[in-house]
């Protein structure tokens, strides 16, 4: 008879620790839904005899290898790149591959685990899993780019494909990098097939993938404003970042009749009280990945707007918060000052940009918060629909593409308040956790041990 490992919550936590120490992001992400996760589970003791939380929170597999490179002066340069094929239960492994020196294999655990509860959510067949290199493309040529990806992709091809693994774009890849591994990919494989999504719209990409996450996460803050009787017309916004999340979100707050005040990047934040207008944004999308310049240039060409240097938008006033740059933005004290300035509605499109502290302001302020893993779940809903389409060589348009969008965040947020609501209130993260486990965990124990 099998012998139940009924471990309490910080017995759990500290075996996480021990067995992956300095990693803190992933021991932060496997925190925050372990905590959620225990109390649901209390009483099934089947999920606790399989080890099902434990099996969740160690990857399948953790694949690192060297790229190396030359740049333009002819140096031979050499980085580390990762795939993190986290659980495969209900579909292949779907995530990211991201760009930035920052990246570690802690960094990419974290988010591979994350995208594992976020997939699910979206109720389409999709695993969880996340790549990338401490690669910095700011400054690179675009031949600098082009053999990066090339010779990170002469790696990458072997692990993964359209029913292995189906990585995305994510921080530093965009439509150039997917296109540059895309093409890589199939000169190595002589193989077309829907092996990455955010690919291009002439080569199999969905005409809805660029928007897809900043709009989501738009939308699901519109359905926690609805919940509770509001609306986003007539909000004012604050969003930071300023890539391709920021710039979706702050469009579609904009379409919605919301005013939207900042915009960020590693260098600081502007602030423009006139409002961030469809025809500033433009110019933002062109600064950002066609000029490659620096949020900053936006105060040269827009009077009015000011450049806050090294800073980040929290402090400003305003109705709704969309954090859409990068983990662990928004700490305690700037998750206080957003709740003493009144902010009603906090929608995460980036992926845990704030930190558990700051978390736990939003949660006693009892204020609506989304948290990256429902909220920001569009940009990967529109890369499953992309898989759906290559698979079976069809094309959605735009207007439908949208709907389907529509529809699926609607979802993702009744799951929320399905496993989240109590009292009146809606714990979204709770509610996204259990949501997002369930399904992950009955697959597994369907599978026996494995
Ligand atoms: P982009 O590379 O397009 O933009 C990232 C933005 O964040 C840039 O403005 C960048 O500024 C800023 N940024 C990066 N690191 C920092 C930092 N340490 N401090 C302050 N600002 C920083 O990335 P995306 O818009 O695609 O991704 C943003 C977030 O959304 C990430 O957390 C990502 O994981 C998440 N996400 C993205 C999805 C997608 O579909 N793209 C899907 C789901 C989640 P700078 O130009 O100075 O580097």
Redesign the pocket.
């Known amino acids: 008879m099998a012998v139940s490992d009924h471990v309490d919550l910080a017995t759990f936590m500290a075996g996480v620790k021990k067995r992956n120490p300095g990693q803190t992001e992933f021991i932060q992400a496997v925190q925050e839904v372990a905590q959620d996760i225990y109390g649901f589970i209390d009483d099934k003791e089947e999920y606790h005899a399989a080890q099902i939380l434990r099996r969740m929170a160690e990857p399948d597999r953790v694949i690192s290898f060297r790229v190396c490179w030359e740049d333009d002066n002819h140096n031979i340069r050499v980085q580390r790149g990762y795939r993190i094929q986290n659980n495969n239960a209900i579909g292949p492994y779907k995530g990211?591959i991201?760009f930035?020196p920052?990246v570690t294999e802690s960094v990419l655990k974290f988010?591979a685990f994350e995208q594992t509860f976020k997939n699910s959510l979206t109720g389409l067949p999709m695993g969880g899993g996340k790549g990338g290199a401490n690669f910095n493309p700011?400054g690179k040529s675009d031949s600098e780019v082009m053999r990066f990806c090339q010779s990170f992709m002469t790696e990458l091809y072997r692990h993964i494909g359209p029913d292995t693994d189906v990585p995305?774009?994510?921080?530093?890849?965009?439509g150039r990098e997917i296109g540059y591994m895309f093409g890589q990919y199939k000169r190595i494989t002589n193989r077309w097939e829907g092996v990455l999504t955010?690919k291009g719209q002439e080569y199999g990409g969905s005409q809805m993938?660029p928007e897809?996450?900043?709009y989501g996460a738009v939308y699901f803050m519109q359905n926690m404003l609805k919940h509770a009787g509001h609306d986003v017309e007539g909000k004012t916004a604050v969003i930071?970042?300023?890539?391709?999340?920021?710039t979706h979100a702050a469009e579609k707050i904009t379409q919605l009749g919301g005013k939207v005040l900042t915009?960020?990047?590693?260098?600081g934040f502007i602030h423009d009280p006139d409002g961030i207008s469809q025809e500033k944004i433009d110019f933002v999308k062109q600064l950002?990945t066609v000029k490659r310049g620096?949020?900053s240039e936006y105060c040269d060409e827009f009077k009015g707007a000011s450049f806050h240097e090294g800073k980040?938008p929290w402090d400003v006033t305003c109705d709704l918060a969309l954090p859409?740059?990068?983990?662990n933005?928004l700490n305690e004290a700037e998750a206080a000052a957003l709740v003493k300035n009144g902010v009603q509605a906090v929608s995460e499109?980036?992926?845990?940009?704030t930190t558990l502290e700051g978390v736990k302001v939003f949660h006693d302020a009892k204020i609506l918060y989304g948290p990256?893993k429902a909220a920001?779940?569009g940009?990967?809903a529109v890369?499953g629909l992309e898989m759906s389409q290559n698979s079976e060589r069809i094309s959605w348009n735009h207007e439908r593409l949208g709907e389907m969008l529509t529809e699926l965040m609607e979802g993702i947020h009744e799951k929320c308040v399905e496993y989240g609501e109590h009292d009146g209130h809606v714990d979204y993260v709770k509610g996204a956790n259990i949501a997002g486990f369930k399904k992950v965990a009955d697959a597994m124990l369907a599978f026996g041990v494995v």
């Open positions: 990211g991201r930035h920052s988010l700011r995305a774009g994510d921080i530093g890849v965009g955010g993938r897809a996450t900043g930071s970042g300023s890539g391709n999340v920021a915009l960020s990047d590693s260098g950002k620096r949020i980040r859409c740059a990068t983990q933005e499109g980036a992926n845990m940009p990256g920001n779940a940009g990967v890369s």
